[in-house]
């Protein structure tokens, strides 16, 4: 009676032992690990105009694209209002960075003109954070 009570209790150890095995192969796709570089796996905050966006264009454009001119990025309401000469209303398209003169200007080789800011570069960080803030929709934030 000894023996039987032992192969039915191997038996249910074995099985469980599998399904432990299998369990554990697959919980590596249910837990994310952290993510440093943000790769996209993590949820990101949504840039900021005022915290993120105007301190680019004080700090590489606005001596030039001031209070005069067709393109204005002093404030929020100064750019949503500039019209680019060869991009007619077209400077900031919200939810849209490619159709955005703004944006054609500051990548390299822009459709039309030199590159801004002259003399200069924005770095690809900097880049990348107006083309997020217009495909986020480009909000006063």
Not at 109 to 131: A, D, V
């Amino acid at each position: 009676m000894l023996n039987r009570m032992k192969k039915p209790s191997l038996s249910i150890m074995l099985f469980l032992v599998v399904i432990g095995m299998a369990c554990s192969e697959n919980t590596e796709n249910l837990v994310a690990a952290p993510d440093d570089d943000n790769n996209g796996n993590e949820p990101t905050e949504a840039i900021s105009y005022q915290s993120d966006v105007q301190p680019i264009f004080n700090s590489n454009c606005t001596s030039c694209h001031g209070s005069s001119g067709n393109v204005r990025l002093t404030s929020f309401s100064a750019l949503m209002s500039s019209v680019g000469t060869n991009y007619g209303n077209n400077v900031v398209v919200a939810g849209d960075a490619d159709a955005s003169g703004l944006v054609d200007k500051i990548e390299p080789n822009p459709q039309h003109g030199t590159r801004m800011p002259i003399g200069g570069t924005l770095t690809t960080t900097e880049i990348q954070t107006i083309r997020t803030w217009i495909n986020e929709g480009a909000a006063n934030n």
